[in-house]
């Protein structure tokens, strides 16, 4: 399975248009997904960004980039690409064990811009927990999960959190999250809300414009 990622920049005053835009043609778009052969495409938005997120079978096919050529002048007229998918860095990935019934899946999506130079130091530490993970196939919580960085500082970050293994985080789970958290912090800021709860700042919900229908 070929997972990809893009991001455009939105323009001034033209994010509640691309909302009405992505909403009103999703029928339009979910089509075009399916003669691509793309699947859990998704679109999502914090701030005056917006990414896309989508799937495909065929290693070997840039379906999403036929996707965003495919509207290359509806999205140009409210939103400047930033990163096209073929040049997203992947900069993690723990896929584990996928579910195909996306209702037994809630799904997680935040963004961070990285503070200058540490793109590699964001990598290298990513690395270590691939690298400790072994050959091991994770069943959950966190499955079909990818972090891509655009021009070496923007980060998105897709996830599926799987609902069976919901549960109030131990204090030695918390301790750790929180560890991981804050030194993250020295090598990049957050976009989206995701750990408020540590800092105590107020960021926006990351929030979804379009997913693809069926998933």
Known sequence: MKRESAMYRIKDSQKNTLINVLWSGARYI????SRLGLKNVSAWSVGDFLYLYGEHEDEGTNGLTQLTDSFADELGSYAELISAPGDMRLMYHCIGVVRQDKRLIRRRVFATVLKDGCADEYYA??????????DEVPDGPETNFTICCALNKYIFGYCELVKSYDHE???????????????????????????DWLTGETHEKMKNLYQQTGY
């Open 169 to 195: 985080p131990s204090e030695e789970e918390k301790a750790a999250t929180a560890a991981w958290e804050t030194r993250q912090l020295e090598i990049m800021d957050w976009l989206t809300d995701d750990v």
């Open 30 to 33: 979910d089509e075009a997904c």
């Open 125 to 134: 530490r990513h690395k270590k927990l691939i690298d400790a993970r072994g």
